[in-house]
């Protein structure tokens, strides 16, 4: 059974960068899309960003176009960013479609999900 697993959240003051990772394990794993996700207090899961891993193809939220950039691989997913403001804190979760899908910003259309890591932006 593939697990994911995120790390790199934290306290960062507004203006600064994290970089989140996810790492699959426990099996053979081709994704079809990965993304990542985000719940802040309150509020919807709502989409952030996703890549297709075959054309390498992204999508980002319009909230974070121009600040993040999501990158990775079959084993590694990535999300980096920058410009940090305090509406981006959130946990924030990495998800994978196993087969291909219609949709990247929908969070029921995502097979596997990590836990989560938790993104404080103070300002």
């Known amino acids: 059974q593939v697990q994911l697993a995120e790390s790199g959240g934290g306290l960062v003051q507004a203006g600064g960068s994290l970089r989140l990772s996810c790492a699959a394990s426990?099996?053979?794993?081709?994704?079809?899309?990965m993304a990542w996700f985000r719940r802040a207090p309150g509020k919807e899961r709502e989409f952030v960003a996703a890549?297709?891993?075959?054309?390498?193809m992204t999508y980002y939220a319009d909230s974070v176009k121009g600040r993040f950039t999501i990158s990775g691989d079959n084993a590694m997913l990535y999300l980096q960013m920058n410009r940090l403001k305090p509406d981006d804190t959130a946990v924030y979760y990495c998800?994978?479609?196993?087969?291909?899908?219609?949709?990247?910003?929908?969070?029921?259309?995502?097979?596997?999900w990590g836990q989560g890591t938790q993104v404080t932006v103070s300002s």
């Open positions: 426990g099996g053979t794993f081709s994704p079809y899309h």
């Open positions: 998800a994978a479609q196993i087969g291909p899908r219609p949709q990247v910003d929908m969070d029921t259309l995502y097979d596997l």
């Open positions: 890549i297709l891993l075959s054309g390498y």
